[in-house]
């Protein structure tokens, strides 16, 4: 098991043009199979957490730091930090994970998913069905989606939801994935894309402190929902300034942004209004990087297409998420973890013991992607301190599904136990209250061993990097 974990390290790491060697300074820990699963689901978190370590020691060196013995990673913070959502807490109190209308639901000839955490996506999923979205009890809505879905083929509701703007997937076998166009496509790419697009000077800047090897790095953090906000928030862990910038109109839940706000500030801008849209490009000009976590093509209408955003600073490294891969018919398909488990294969492999379809014991492609996007940034950010360029790096949920289906090795499956969370755990208070929180799966030598601050209330900080006078007067009274 301690082998297949190595490997996995080595894996993801080649995929990312890491020097091999360099998982030699890797002092892996912990038990196999704190993320009991059928796939080897434990090797695929800590060697995504473990590559974004290994890409902030070579940022380190790569601007003048000499980090002090090896990187420890240890399976149990990954499995905790995995499954952070769970151990959340403000003043004591959970949050729920999935709304009641977030399920797998019995269709004529299998199962659909279905994904209605937000407002629009159940108002778009019930419209699809025929239903009322003004209804306001989601538990006596359950049985009557159930009625409208269960005579239907899954594929057929799987359309008829997506063409309502509604997320919804058919629940496919691995083979049937297989056989689809868009796993084609996303066979078709690599794991991680890592490319220098146009040559640029060297820019290295003044050494970082100790562990800290973003500091002095600006990056817009334009994602939603799990896996891009934790790539970001990993930045924010080794330095780097983060500022998060949400449209107004597009509501975030509570204890997601709780989860992986900390270290980073939260503002909003709308971009169809010029004063908003000004101070958007006066943060850009001042930009390092660019994460975007919206489908392919999405910015492109507000004038955010990559040689757009060059045009404010030529040696922006840009680095772009999807669901379902940057090509192929469903590259326009929003997505989310829960329905790429499901039309991956994934649901079937993780079948439950009752015969229905089953999931990943954390949403694993959401965490797992957010630490090879940062590991893929700090990479880029390295080169770009040593050699110069403009640098773009991608990587998509079906993507990482495919490296854990096919690629991995799988051995057996693994029937470990979770590990007690509270030793990864810390506690401090926020904004919004006293928060018990999951500690970062990975810290760098002499690094710090939590964020420098807590998760800000969403949308609350003024549109500026830190060390920026306030100018949220320019942007209107909001």
Known sequence: MEQSRTDAVGAAWRALGGDPADVAQLDLRGPAGVLPSRLPVTDLAVACVAAAGLAGLELARARGAAPSGPLTVDSRAVAVAFTSERHLRLDGRAFTGFAPLSRFWPAADGWVRTHANYPHHRQRLLTALGLDPAAPDDDALAAAVADRIRVHPAAEVEERVYAAGGLAVSARTPRQWDEHPQAAAVA???LVRVARDAPTPPRPGAPPPPGRPATGIRVLDLTRVIAGPVATRFLALLGADVLRVDPPGLPEIDGQHLDTGAGKRSTLLDLSRPADRDRF????????????????????????????LRRH?????????????????????????????????IAEVERRPDGGPGTLPAQ?????????????????????????????????????????????????????????PDAWCAERDAPAGHLRYALPPVSLPDGPRTWATPPTRWGGDPPRWRDEPDLAASCGDR
């Open 188 to 190: 078709a790419e690599p």
């Open 364 to 420: 694993a492609l959401d965490h797992g992607a957010g630490y090879l996007l940062a590991a893929a940034v700090l990479r880029a950010l390295a080169a770009r301190a040593g050699t110069g360029g403009a640098w773009t790096v991608e990587l998509s949920l079906a993507r990482l599904a495919r490296w854990l289906r096919h690629e991995l090795p799988a051995g057996p499956a693994t029937a470990g136990t979770a590990p007690e």
């Open 313 to 345: 600073r030529p040696d922006l490294v840009l680095a772009y998420l999807s669901a379902w891969g940057r090509a192929g018919p469903w590259a326009d398909r929003r997505g989310f973890d829960s329905l790429v488990q499901a039309a991956t294969g």
């Open 281 to 308: 490009d006066a943060l850009l000009a001042e930009a390092d990087v660019v994460v975007a976590g919206y489908r392919p093509g999405a910015l492109d209408r507000w004038g955010l297409a990559p040689q757009a």
